[in-house]
């Protein structure tokens, strides 16, 4: 972690910092399981106040967060002989911007792995006779994927009809993301003939799925103007085992009865599909608590440190403190972080000078909080 960890690391190791007793939680996996989080024991802190480190906006104060889960659908299949005189080609959809799955869900940006299954379906029921070897896209849950290839053969006196075809189809999808997607493209190359390719029934009913399978925002918050409450991302799809292939989809809301909606339609689809379907554990949402004692300092601490408001939200996002809170439901919590831009992309930044700012918010928050008020269980 390459801001909270240091952060309590120097106010561990400091001897001019005016604090009352203070406990330092480290915890890992919290980018892909919540590990650290969903293991904490009940009785592990005395605190009465939590503040997360893990907010990526300074001058920001969150008081809420979404809730997660991850539906995943997995596709056996058969392999059989590559038909003859087939073109077969690698498709490449690459050059998206990626982000997080959650903060980054109402920007539309795009996804690639539904931007190639809406290629190879316009393939898959036409006259060119299309199969499938290889597909691949995404990577991390938590991630808009910004990759996905796959390898493709059709009859061989249909290669410049694709080639047109694709041509066609890449021109209207950057028109519909050219105020997002400046650098979207899909490369079309040769590829050596493979050796086996999918059943058709298996490739056929994996299309439709990834077609069906809804992605982005399912609704805004009623309650707060401008918050996601729910929505979807197809993740990943990968072949594993030699078997299967897995398709990975993560639902979140702030609502915990529409999550449990989004996730019945997601696997709605994959049962249509025939698709087995599993679940992760799932983290809960933490929910806004407006009279909050902690968020009432913040906003003063901040507003004489800068003399202007902090701004106060909640987050289309994951954040350990709804497991916290599950886990201590007395404690006062905030989330506070300096800026950062393009998360969980390979153009992840932090903004340095955000950290200073950040940082005295911090220290001045922990001068000023009674040790009354801290160590009330």
């Not at 933490?286 to 939200?313: C, F, M």
């Not at 950290?355 to 005295?360: F, R």
Request: proline residues 3%; glycine residues 8%; contains cysteine.
């Amino acid at each position: 972690e390459q801001r909270s960890a240091p952060a309590q690391l120097a106010l561990l190791a400091s001897d001019n910092i005016a604090h009352g007793k203070i406990e330092a939680l480290f915890t890992v996996d919290e980018e892909t399981g919540l590990t650290g989080a969903f293991n904490l024991e009940k009785d592990f802190l005395t605190g009465n106040i939590l503040i997360n480190l893990d907010s990526e906006e300074e001058g920001l104060i969150y008081i809420g967060c979404a809730g997660g889960k991850n539906t995943r659908g997995y596709f056996k299949y058969k392999e059989k002989e590559s038909p003859k005189k087939y073109f077969w080609f690698n498709l490449h959809v690459k050059g998206l911007r990626g982000g997080h799955s959650g903060s980054d869900i109402d920007k539309n940006f795009g996804n690639a792995n539904k931007i190639l299954a809406r290629f190879l379906f316009s393939l898959m029921r036409k006259k060119y006779g299309m199969v499938l070897s290889e597909i691949k896209g995404g990577n991390l849950s938590n991630a808009l994927p910004r990759e996905a290839y796959a390898i493709v053969g059709v009859k061989e006196k249909y290669k410049e009809d694709i080639r047109v075809k694709l041509n066609t189809f890449l021109a209207s999808v950057q028109n519909e993301y050219k105020h997002t997607e400046t650098s979207l493209d899909i490369q079309l190359e040769s590829a050596q003939i493979p050796s086996k390719v999918l059943n058709k029934g298996t490739t056929e009913r994996l299309i439709l799925a990834l077609n069906a399978c809804p992605h982005g925002v399912i609704g805004m918050s009623l309650d707060i103007p401008g918050l996601v409450e729910t929505s979807n991302n197809m993740a990943s799809v990968k072949m594993i085992d030699g078997q299967q292939i897995e398709v990975i989809t993560s639902q979140r809301s702030s609502v915990e009865s529409q999550r449990e909606y989004v996730i019945n339609m997601v696997t709605s689809v994959f049962d249509l599909a025939g698709a087995k379907v599993t679940y992760n554990e799932g983290y809960p949402g933490w929910q806004p608590n407006t009279e909050s004692q902690i968020l009432r300092l913040a906003e003063k601490v901040y507003k004489d440190l800068y003399n202007k408001d902090a701004e106060v939200k909640a987050i289309h996002a994951g954040l350990e403190c709804g497991l916290f809170l599950e886990k201590y439901p007395h404690l006062d919590m905030i989330s506070i972080g300096p800026d950062m831009t393009d998360v969980h992309s390979p153009k992840e930044k932090l903004n340095i000078p955000s950290v200073e700012k950040w940082w005295n918010f911090l220290v001045k928050i922990l001068e000023n909080v009674s040790p009354e008020t801290a160590e009330k269980r």
